[in-house]
């Protein structure tokens, strides 16, 4: 079969397993617990088929999506008219976008973070920045990987000479090249990043990854 994308009936089906009620449970327990702004206006890059239209025009977000195929923004336009909401839609690449209003909350869903290179990823967070309300949350679904094949954990020894003893504490942990080149942007703090979508399950403790989310702000 030919390209995914351009076959949104295809990629909804595809990708209906979702539970996008809980999805969007956990988007509003982020806000609760973590923007420093209240939320109204929301936007999702790479927005495909718009799978959570629905349900936040439902509680009553205000939603823009963002997607490089044509295909996919007609389908989803005509989608919201044909569920009675008012929702924007615009044809862009997520690398480089600019919006005519900012938001208050933005994500990107599956793993769908589209730069081939530092530069890109630099220049999206740039766009995002531009794009979001200061204190607005960026919530990256599986956008970030965590390698698990690295030395992880504490090691304690001890070392003496001269008379002087020394206990030792190391403790080695994964640092993603992802949240060093956030920090390079300058643009957004890290919150935090969690296991399956589940804010009791972070990172740290976890010993693989199964669709993890990131959060971060921005400043
Ligand atoms: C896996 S789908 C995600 C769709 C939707 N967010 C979801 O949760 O089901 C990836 C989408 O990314 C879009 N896409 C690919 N490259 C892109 C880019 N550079 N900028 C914006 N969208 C892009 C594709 O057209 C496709 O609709």
């Not at 989608?79 to 208050?104: H, N, S, Y």
């Not at 970030?144 to 954990?153: C, D, L, R, V």
């Not at 020894?157 to 993603?176: H, P, Q, S």
């Amino acid at each position: 079969m030919e390209n995914l994308y351009d076959n949104p009936d295809y990629y909804d089906l595809a990708f209906s397993w979702r539970n996008i009620a809980k999805e969007v449970d956990v988007f509003e327990e982020c806000f609760r617990r973590y923007s420093e702004i209240p939320v109204k206006r929301v936007l999702e890059l790479a927005s495909g088929t718009s799978p959570h239209l629905e349900e936040l025009s439902r509680r009553g977000y205000t939603y823009t999506g963002l997607d490089l195929s044509r295909a996919m923004v007609s389908w989803s336009r005509a989608k919201a008219r044909k569920l009675g909401i008012d929702a924007r839609f615009i044809e862009a690449d997520m690398v480089d976008f600019r919006l005519p209003q900012p938001v208050d909350f933005v994500f990107t869903m599956c793993g769908s973070l589209y730069a081939k290179s530092t530069d890109e990823f630099l220049e999206h967070l740039e766009s995002v920045a531009k794009a979001l309300r200061r204190g607005g949350l960026y919530f990256l679904d599986w956008c970030i990987n965590f390698e698990w094949n690295q030395p992880k954990g504490e090691q304690r020894w001890k070392m003496e000479r001269d008379g002087v003893e020394i206990a030792v504490r190391f403790l080695e942990e994964v640092t993603d090249p992802a949240s060093l080149l956030l920090d390079k942007s300058g643009k957004f703090d890290f919150v935090g990043w969690w296991n399956d979508w589940d804010l009791a399950r972070p990172m740290e403790n976890e010993t693989s990854a199964n669709r993890p989310i990131t959060l971060v702000r921005r400043r």
